[in-house]
């Protein structure tokens, strides 16, 4: 049974940064993409970014490119993700997710973890 825990959450002030951690445990994800997002109070959950288990491949939405980059331990089995420059508007729930490259829905879902980022 694949598990996503997350980590590393927490209130920073608007400028500075946070590392979010993703620790996946329950098979081997050579076939999956892995992915961050995040739902705001009262918004809809929304995609951050992605990275691809084989071979490294990102992809990130409009609002984060630049500020915020996806990456991955293979020996650890986990991903992360480095947030720069945040603004008080990245304040949300974050969560990590799971899906086999070739098919559209993310199964898998982590717990969740607060990001503040005060004005």
């Known amino acids: 049974q694949v598990q996503l825990v997350e980590s590393g959450g927490g209130l920073v002030q608007a400028g500075g940064s946070l590392r979010l951690s993703c620790a996946a445990s329950?098979?081997?994800?050579?076939?999956?993409?892995m992915g961050w997002f995040r739902q705001a109070p009262g918004k809809e959950r929304e995609f951050v970014g992605s990275?691809?288990?084989?071979?490294?491949?990102?992809n990130y939405a409009d609002s984060v490119k630049g500020r915020f980059t996806i990456s991955k331990n293979n020996a650890k089995n986990t991903v992360y993700l480095q947030m720069n420059s945040l603004k008080p508007e990245d304040t949300a729930v974050y969560y990590c997710?799971?899906?086999?490259?070739?098919?559209?829905?993310?199964?898998?879902w982590g717990q969740g973890t607060q990001v503040t980022a005060s004005s």
């Open positions: 997710a799971g899906k086999l490259i070739a098919t559209p829905n993310w199964d898998h």
């Open positions: 990275i691809n288990w084989s071979g490294g491949r990102t």
């Open positions: 329950g098979r081997t994800f050579s076939s999956y993409a």
